[in-house]
């Protein structure tokens, strides 16, 4: 994938994680914002951040994104076990002339 | 309430053909960006295509000439005919409405809803 992400994760009940997301200078290098899905066992993939940074309506302030440079993260804080899942950033790239996606991630709470 | 329905996935031999139909309701495809996303079993997402509400239209390079995605305003539903497939067009389709924002000069795009998906086979 042209973004890369850790392959796992993982962590307690309650504890913090974050989920990197590392691109290069034609994606979000360039200044392309980044945006992180959530995919539940089963389902289909739900938007959790928007432009780096914003929730949809629904979505816990539990997750939050940030972006610096070539890369980005996520973080979850209070983790539960509903958030159990894999978590894809994307972005656009503009040597590909299309939208991208890192490889996910798959979140496992212990 | 938004909502996106896909059909038309199953199981097809390499070399043939395949129309996949999104049915969408909640809001109106001609008024807004849609693309096909995909994602082959056990694997990441993989961005297919796009359509602008004008119409221009975007492909992936590793379905460019193969595939191709249209609409249709009266019935309010998307499309993906795809033509010539391999065993690694074998996946999951997903409908999925587009948001885009920014200029001309960097047009940014984000999912903002997805459907279930639809899954199709090539195999021999």
């Known amino acids: 994938s042209v973004l890369t992400q850790p392959p796992s994760v993982s962590g307690a009940p309650g504890q913090r994680v974050t989920i990197s997301c590392t691109g290069s200078t034609s994606n979000i290098g360039a200044g392309y914002d980044v945006h992180w899905y959530q995919q539940l066992p089963g389902t289909a993939p739900q938007l959790l951040i928007y432009?780096?940074?914003n929730r949809p309506s629904g979505v816990p302030d539990r997750f939050s994104g940030s972006k610096s440079g070539t890369s980005a993260s996520l973080a979850i804080t209070g983790l539960q076990a509903e958030d159990e899942a894999d978590y894809y950033c994307q972005s656009y790239d503009t040597s590909l002339r299309g939208s991208i996606f890192g490889g996910g991630t798959k979140l496992t709470v212990l | 309430e938004v909502q996106l329905v896909e059909t038309g996935g199953g199981l097809i031999h390499p070399g043939g053909s395949l129309r996949l139909s999104c049915a969408a309701s909640g809001f109106a495809v001609s008024n807004n960006f849609m693309s096909w996303v995909r994602q082959a079993p056990g694997k990441g997402l993989e961005w297919v295509s796009l359509?602008?509400?004008?119409?221009?239209?975007y492909y992936a390079d590793s379905v460019k000439g193969r595939f191709s995605i249209s609409r249709d305003n009266s019935e309010n539903t998307l499309y993906l005919q795809m033509n010539i497939l391999r065993a690694e067009d074998t996946a999951v389709y997903f409908c999925a409405r587009v948001k885009e924002y920014g200029t001309i000069y960097h047009r940014e795009f984000y999912f903002d809803y997805w459907g279930h998906g639809t899954l199709v086979t090539v195999s021999s």
């Open positions: 359509i602008y509400s004008g119409g221009s239209t």
């Open positions: 432009t780096n940074r």
